[in-house]
């Protein structure tokens, strides 16, 4: 069947905006068949402004044929940590048929950064690709973004996403992008925007961990510099979609401490213990269904008067056989990560568990993730992974005929990675 791309445009009037537009995202979940749910996410900060009564939505075909307007009311906002506001717009579209589609939504004026030329003067353009299959839905975002950070200080975030359909997941750092869009004749033209990563200590840039996907740099200027992320979803080593987080960071000078930490990861009945101590890579973790994971994370600030305190993000939390409990006194924080996966749990892909420690110091709260992979197969052997230092990563292993095979048992093999390239292996019973 010939597959035609759907295209799903956000139109804005140009009558009102705030200049202090942060960032965004947008995602497409399968509600029935070919019913699904748009939801976009427009970051904005606590700067006053006018913001547009609606915004138009418009699906569009690959051959830029208008097949609905929708009008979305602009919802209240959340006030997200450290003041930023989230507004999330929802609608709703019954696609024609199966195929490959596209959301975008376009927005104005980015707030004035560092790190892209005149950036108030350009909108933003964000999209993502959903495969609509009557039950695939896109990747989604399960953390906020983190919008302050300190000058001089180790800085670490992750997206954590999370597919509830089961694909691979791959992610990268991307580019601001802003569009030119011709409404009468539907036609969208994308740029990326004159951009650099935000300036940081040369031993320390900034970097995506290609295993874990989280940023870290160490930050050696203040000012507001924009990030993007970008997931992609994988199936039978095949790209079928995306979603893309476009972020503001505040880089602040600050006289705060960052608390100490460190993780005593336990598995049991084996009795095997790993120290992680914080600015080392977090290790992978192996299990087996008959297998107990604890991971008791610890972390100490002796100059913080309120904390520090943590939330817990993660694919292995959606499992209802994982939980999290707590202990937090003055100067310190105590939490265990607990899990006893079952053979239901065994998958070729990894788990994520992040743990996002927060620091109180004056008006401002900091953040910084630290996030653990866990492969549950049946044995305790690691999959073959690229170095970290790659930007390809592991996606899954296939026998000849393309289908998805344990990487763990005897046999042959063909592990696929997310830059499209393939390793043959042999296993030995």
């Known amino acids: 069947m010939k597959k035609l791309i759907f295209l799903l445009i956000l139109f804005i009037s140009s009558s009102a905006y705030s200049f202090a537009l942060l960032g965004g995202e947008i995602i497409c979940r399968n509600i029935n068949g070919l019913k699904y749910e748009t939801t976009l996410t427009i970051y904005r900060d606590t700067i006053a402004g006018n913001m547009p009564l609606s915004y138009t939505i418009t699906y569009q075909d690959s051959s830029n044929t208008i097949i609905a307007s929708h009008i979305v009311i602009t919802p209240q906002m959340i ?55 009557g039950n695939n839905s896109t990747p989604k975002f399960l ?63 900034v970097k995506m961990d290609s295993l874990t996907g989280d ?20 199936r039978n080593g095949q790209l079928i979609g995306y979603i893309t987080r476009d972020m503001e960071l505040v880089v602040i ?37 008959v297998e107990n994971l604890t991971i008791e994370f610890h972390s100490v600030d002796s100059t913080n008067f309120n904390g ?25 924080y105590d939490g265990w990560f607990v899990w006893y996966p079952t053979s239901n749990n065994i998958s070729n892909n990894p788990y994520f568990t992040t743990l996002r420690v927060a620091d109180e110091y004056g008006w401002n709260t900091f953040y910084n993730d630290y996030t653990f992979r866990i492969f549950v197969s049946n044995t305790a052997t690691s999959v073959n992974e690229i170095s970290n230092e790659s930007k390809s990563v592991y996606i899954k292993s296939i026998d000849i005929l393309g289908r998805d095979i344990d990487p763990n048992q005897a046999g042959f093999r063909i592990d696929v990675y997310s830059d499209g390239k393939t390793r043959k292996v042999f296993r030995g019973e």
């Open 79 to 133: 006030l997200g940590p450290n003041g930023f506001k989230s507004y999330k717009y929802i609608d709703t579209i019954i696609f024609p048929f199966t195929g490959s589609f596209k959301a975008a939504a376009w927005d104005c004026c980015r707030d004035s950064v560092n790190n892209i030329s005149s950036a108030n003067n350009f909108g933003m353009y964000i999209d993502c690709m959903v495969l609509v299959d």
């Open 143 to 205: 953390s906020m973004p983190i919008t302050l950070a300190q000058n001089n200080k180790l800085f670490s975030y992750n997206t954590t996403p999370f597919d509830s359909n089961g694909d691979s997941l791959s992610w990268e750092l991307s580019i601001p992008s802003d569009a030119s869009i011709d409404s009468a004749n539907g036609i969208i033209t994308i740029f990326p925007l004159s951009y650099v990563l935000p300036p940081a200590d040369s031993s320390f840039p």
């Open 215 to 234: 940023i870290t740099f160490k930050p050696n200027q203040s000012g507001k510099f924009q990030i993007v992320v970008k997931i992609n979803e994988w």
């Open 253 to 289: 000078q600050s006289m705060n401490v960052t608390p100490n930490a460190n993780a005593l990861i336990t598995i049991l009945p084996q009795v095997n213990n790993t120290t992680w101590i914080q600015g080392t890579p977090t290790p992978t973790i192996n299990l087996s269904p």
């Open 308 to 332: 520090p305190w943590a939330l817990y993000y993660g694919s292995s939390l959606q499992n209802t056989s994982a939980y999290h409990y707590e202990f937090v006194s003055t100067y310190w």
